[in-house]
């Protein structure tokens, strides 16, 4: 008789649980990321003498970069294989951590946490895609569910860890060791990933749309950076500039993914999605919930601190 500890379908189960676990906890690092800062942003501030606006690019920055890599990083998966691509992103992940962790001035901290946010952006579809291989069908819900809820989780966490961390003060590192905890982490999440996540690529993959990165990028930098920057520089000309560029620079995007659709049906936007009104309508209600929550905790965070 067979032993079942040591049978192929308990060794496949096994490896397949390692996987998802790998997958599971970079998701939840990714997201946590995105908050572990608002807690530390005053102590911050305070140790390298940042400017407020510095401040605000530490978390915005981040996030741009992950939203505008996003798409670009599900679709690079796709063609040069989603493990790898996990991989890459993670090490980068990683190493940004370390170089946020590292910084000695605002500017090389909101530099590291753009390539944070951007490694961040082409390793998480990773995980989705690695799921859609390693499950069948009906298998899937349940794991999507837990990826689901460890996206709230992970913003959560990183608010309570964030906090805690920079309070504890652990071996006199202040707030880089909200960044020098992703550092061990990536390590083992690099080395097991080579271990027990699967190679996959898609048989039929869309072409990566660079040019629409490149636009949509743009615009969202020539709306994001005058009204972050806008007050310090004193309304300066140039940024009138900036915000009069916008709109013919998102207007060009729109034409650039139109152009796309038609041409090639791989355009980084869908936009006869929006003729849904169910998606549109969704969208809307997630922008909204988005700014409320965001802007609350922020601001809450950072007045109990310091007013």
């Known amino acids: 008789m067979k032993n079942e500890e040591n049978s192929p379908d308990r060794g496949a189960t096994r490896s397949r649980a390692f996987a998802t676990t790998v997958l599971m906890v970079a998701t939840f690092m ?13 102590t911050i501030g305070k140790d390298l003498h940042a400017t407020p606006e510095q401040l605000e690019w530490t978390l915005a920055g981040y996030v741009i970069a992950f939203a505008t890599l996003l798409l670009t990083g599900g679709r690079l998966g796709d063609v040069f294989g989603h493990r790898r691509i996990f991989v890459i992103g993670m090490v980068g992940f990683t190493l940004a951590s370390l170089g946020a962790a590292l910084s000695q001035t605002g ?3 909101v ?12 390793m998480v579809p990773q995980v989705l895609s690695s799921v859609q291989v390693m499950f069948a069908p009906e298998e899937r819900a349940p794991v ?9 989780l992970g913003a959560i966490g990183g608010l ?87 709109p013919l620079v998102i207007a060009a995007f729109t034409w650039q993914q139109r152009r796309m659709f038609k041409a090639h049906g791989s355009p980084l936007l869908p936009l006869p999605l929006f003729r849904d009104r169910g998606f ?3 969208q809307l209600v997630q922008v909204l919930s988005s700014i ?5 905790v922020l601001i809450l965070l950072y007045y109990v601190q310091s007013a």
């Open 30 to 42: 990714d997201l946590m990321d995105s908050t572990i800062t608002n807690v530390a942003l005053p």
């Open 111 to 122: 530099a590291a946490r753009m390539l944070q946010g951007g490694f961040a952006g082409i």
């Open 160 to 246: 309570i860890l964030g906090g805690w961390l920079v309070t504890a003060d652990l071996l006199g590192m202040g707030w880089r060791s909200i960044f020098l905890v992703n550092v061990p982490v990536g390590v083992v999440l690099v080395a097991a990933a080579l271990l027990f996540v699967p190679r996959s690529r898609s048989e039929h993959p869309l072409r990566p749309d660079l040019a629409g990165v490149l636009l949509g990028g743009l615009g969202v930098f020539l709306v994001v950076f005058p009204l972050t920057d806008g007050r310090a520089a004193g309304w300066a000309w140039w940024i009138w500039a900036m915000l009069t560029a916008a």
């Open 280 to 282: 549109a309508s969704g």
């Open 292 to 296: 409320g929550n965001g802007g609350y």
């Open 144 to 152: 999507l569910g837990i990826i689901g809820a460890l996206s709230s």
């Open 107 to 109: 500017d090389l901290l």
